[in-house]
């Protein structure tokens, strides 16, 4: 085991307020709507949407379609050399950095990976041709994001130990209907069976049972991983805050005795941050050093 070395600086400021976990923001039903179909067919309704248009109002029907596709093109080339805001940057942090948990006053600390995790994958798919419109679905959705909002809201106080969690898509072996998965975090296990027996699970878990004969083209899963300290780490260079990164940590304030939020994101461009063994506290994160090309010195 190799032994500490100077504290870790943390990059996110704290807040009083508990940041909202990642899964499914604003843009998931825009996603999930758009995933519905193929590009073929969106392309072929777009297509019978024109013709019925320019049936009724003639060469002006090609003005909205016209003005849209200037548009995204003018825009695309404006950000692309710097005459416009580039929002795909929003929320970037342009550093090297890696996941580091606080500790219960709000310090990172000076050895990586000091501490167990628990990563929780649930997924759900919906094999039947109507896709999200298919019968049961939607009820499906609607308890999947009901117990997220839970686990995170009566996290605290329940001591199920929620960290955060993130949401994707599985696009890998079709083009419409993809898996969605959310990747969870929390601090133990028994947390997360704590909730998995809730009342704020088993209301969902109840509906599944009784109704998962009447739906077989609906499929769950969930995968759980208990890691132990020393045994994980991330690192993100020019990204924005998501998996492990995306997960907040309750402390006290010594000064004002408040309750704070902390992000674990801490700077990894240099001392045990700079490889992945040092990042699980098992080299002095030397072993790069003999190519000499660190770009983040």
């Not at 307020?17 to 519905?36: E, K, S, T, Y």
């Not at 109507?130 to 019968?135: N, Q, S």
């Not at 696009?171 to 998995?196: I, N, P, Q, W």
Request: glycine share 8%.
């Amino acid at each position: 085991m190799v032994a500490a070395g100077k504290e870790f600086i943390g990059l996110v400021p704290p807040k009083e307020q508990r940041p909202r976990a990642a899964f499914f923001g604003p843009a998931a039903a825009q996603q999930l709507i758009r995933d519905n179909f193929s590009i073929t067919t969106w392309l072929a309704m777009g297509a019978a949407a024109q013709a019925c248009l320019f049936l009724i109002a003639g060469k002006l029907a090609l003005v909205p379609a016209v003005a849209i596709l200037l548009y995204r093109i003018l825009t695309t080339y404006a950000m692309s050399v710097g005459w416009m805001h580039n929002k795909y940057m929003d929320g970037v942090l342009m550093k090297k950095f890696s996941a580091v948990f606080p500790d219960a006053a709000g310090q990172y600390g000076a050895k990586p990976a000091n501490s167990d995790v628990v990563v929780f994958l649930i997924g759900a798919r919906c094999n039947h041709p109507m896709g999200m419109l298919a019968p049961g679905f939607r009820e499906l959705g609607g308890y999947f994001s009901q117990m997220t909002k839970d686990v995170e809201t009566h996290s605290e106080e329940e001591d199920f130990g929620f960290l955060g969690m993130t949401s994707w898509h599985n696009s890998s072996d079709r083009d419409t209907g993809s898996e969605l998965m959310e990747v969870g975090y929390f601090k133990t296990v028994e947390g997360l069976h704590k909730f998995a027996h809730s009342e704020y699970h088993r209301t969902g878990w109840d509906w599944w049972n009784k109704h998962m004969k009447q739906y077989p083209h609906l499929s769950i899963w969930h995968e759980t991983y208990h890691v132990p300290k020393g045994n994980w780490e991330s690192i993100y260079v020019n990204s924005h805050l998501s998996g492990i990164n995306s997960t907040t940590h309750r402390y006290t304030d010594k000064m004002t005795g408040k309750e704070m939020w902390a992000s674990p994101v801490v700077d990894s461009s240099r001392g045990l941050l700079k490889t992945s063994a040092g990042r699980m506290s098992r080299s002095k994160a030397d072993e790069h050093d003999q190519y000499g090309d660190n770009p983040y010195q």
